[in-house]
């Protein structure tokens, strides 16, 4: 638990994306009380497959807090079977798509509620209660928004096609957020927000183009993080000039950015107030503080749980460094 600098009263709101947000949402997790913490999450990654809606960065994120994820991969659930994919297979069904028995009642259960008139968020904290989660995670928004990437060949590939079944293979120039347009943030982002005691707006080290991205181009998130009186810090995902996890690296190289620390601090600018990276990428620190934006040294590879922990602590007293 924080003490020395992040106060009880205060709290901390993290947006997340997949497996690098879920990993320093644990850190969070047990850094802090379960009062203090809330966790928006992003639903671009979200599409219908075999009839079930499918939310892969929600489930990552309960699955991590639960202490139900597959630790080795990152994602889905621990001791899975996979009986169901095996059958749809032989029956030439759609098996790019990995479902385990596990995590197939998770969507199948998903599909029913919202099918019987529930909210995206009334989901979530419903699955958060039954599986012990004890911090507020609530999605992006209740409004379907989907992240299209846009490929050289001049086709639009839905998030999963481009990422699953292609393996990020395809040469990328650009992504589209189809319904953006007319979504609106959750009430539970709205309320995170506008929370008196909001002390920190931390960035996880998740994808920036998109699973942050069509978290802060939701209408009405931009005016609201700089009306809020936390600072805002994000964690870079690109350490020493690769992605830990996922294809952020690649992106960055085929949208014409070099894969550095600095490139996506400039992604950010006019957003953040603080940036975290890693020890390895300590010689960019003068070039990100040049932007205006205050950088913080710290080990940010996270192996172990106490990785995860020491990063969280070092993120949470940095933003309060900041706020004073």
Same mark, same amino acid.
Request: aromatic residues 8%.
């Given at each position: ?96 798509? +990995? %479902? ?5 009642? #998770? ?7 919202? $099918?019987? @008139?529930? =909210? !995206? &968020? ?12 004890? +911090? %507020? ?5 209740? #409004? ?7 490929? $050289?060949? @001049?086709? =639009? !590939? &839905? ?166």
């Amino acid at each position: 638990m924080v003490t020395s600098i992040f106060p009880e009263s205060a709290s901390c709101l993290a947006i997340s994306g997949g497996v690098g947000g879920a990993k320093l949402a644990l850190g969070l997790a047990h850094s802090l009380t379960s009062e203090q913490l809330n966790i928006v999450v992003n639903t671009g990654d979200d599409f219908e497959h075999l009839g079930m809606t499918i939310c892969p960065d929600i489930d990552t994120l309960i699955y991590t807090l639960a202490e139900l994820s597959n630790k080795e991969q990152g994602w889905g659930q621990a001791n899975e079977s996979w009986n169901f994919l095996a059958a749809l297979k032989k029956l030439g069904g759609p098996d790019w798509f +990995q %479902l385990g028995d596990r995590d197939l009642a #998770t969507h199948i259960m998903r599909s029913n509620l919202l $099918k019987e @008139g529930w =909210t !995206l &968020s009334e989901v979530t904290a419903y699955f958060c209660s039954l599986l012990g989660v004890e +911090q %507020l995670v609530v999605p992006m928004s209740d #409004t379907k928004v989907s992240t299209q990437v846009h490929i $050289k060949n @001049g086709a =639009t !590939l &839905s998030f999963q096609h481009y990422f699953v079944r292609d393996r990020c293979a395809p040469v990328i120039t650009g992504f589209d957020f189809k319904g953006i347009e007319k979504a609106q943030p959750s009430e539970g982002f709205y309320q995170a927000l506008d929370d008196k005691s909001l002390a920190c707006i931390l960035i996880c080290p998740s994808n920036p183009f998109v699973s942050v991205d069509p978290v802060l181009k939701l209408p009405g998130v931009d005016m609201l993080l700089q009306a809020a009186a936390a600072p805002v810090v994000a964690v870079s995902p690109i350490v020493n000039g690769i992605a830990l996890k996922g294809p952020a690296a690649k992106m960055m190289q085929e949208l014409g950015m070099p894969n550095t620390v600095l490139a996506v601090a400039e992604h950010y600018q006019g957003r953040i107030d603080g940036f975290v990276i890693d020890r390895s990428d300590a010689e960019w620190k003068p070039a990100i503080e040049d932007l205006g934006i205050r950088t913080l040294v710290t080990g940010s590879v996270m192996v172990t749980l106490q990785d995860r922990i020491d990063l969280a602590e070092a993120c949470l007293q940095f933003a309060m460094e900041i706020r004073v």
